[in-house]
């Protein structure tokens, strides 16, 4: 398997990067809706650079939106799209103005994002995997050292 490793000023561009694409769209949300897990961290930092409210669903729960909002829904990667047509299909009857952005865009997915800043093409490379930042971060040798000495692994 093929890794990507993104580090955390990787992430924070491709966030300033979608921040760009829907500042000149000329889309101002009233909401930033992150997905659980990994669309929580850029969630949160398009909330506190907006200055929105930021809300975080899982997929698979029920949730409710404040109704009538332009909506950012936000996710780290649209891989096979499956998640956001879910989240989509929840969303279906809601009233607001709804796009949706991803820092990694697969290119060959099932979904059409709005806004991406990262494009990839699963279909040429199948196995291709994108590790983030927050996926790996107890692995540097500063932090593994650490766990070691507390008897954590």
């Known amino acids: 398997m093929e890794k990507m490793y993104l580090n955390e000023s990787q992430v924070q561009d491709a966030i300033l990067d979608i921040f760009r694409k829907v500042f000149f769209d000329n889309f101002k949300p ?16 398009l909330s506190h650079f907006l200055n929105v409210p930021c809300y975080l669903i899982n997929k698979d729960d029920t949730f409710e939106l404040p109704p009538n909002k ?21 969303l279906y009857n809601y009233l607001g103005n709804i796009r949706y952005a991803t820092l990694v865009n697969n290119q060959s997915s099932s979904f059409e994002v709005d806004y991406s800043s990262i494009d990839i093409n699963k279909y040429e490379t199948p196995d291709l995997w994108i590790v983030f930042p927050w996926e790996t971060w107890w692995r540097s040798d500063e932090h593994t050292s650490e766990l070691q000495s507390r008897g954590l692994i």
């Open 30 to 45: 009233e909401l930033i809706v992150g997905l659980v897990r990994g669309g929580a961290i850029p969630a949160t930092y």
């Open 70 to 90: 332009r909506v950012l829904v936000i996710d780290d990667i649209n891989d096979t799209g499956k998640a956001l047509t879910e989240v989509n299909n929840m």
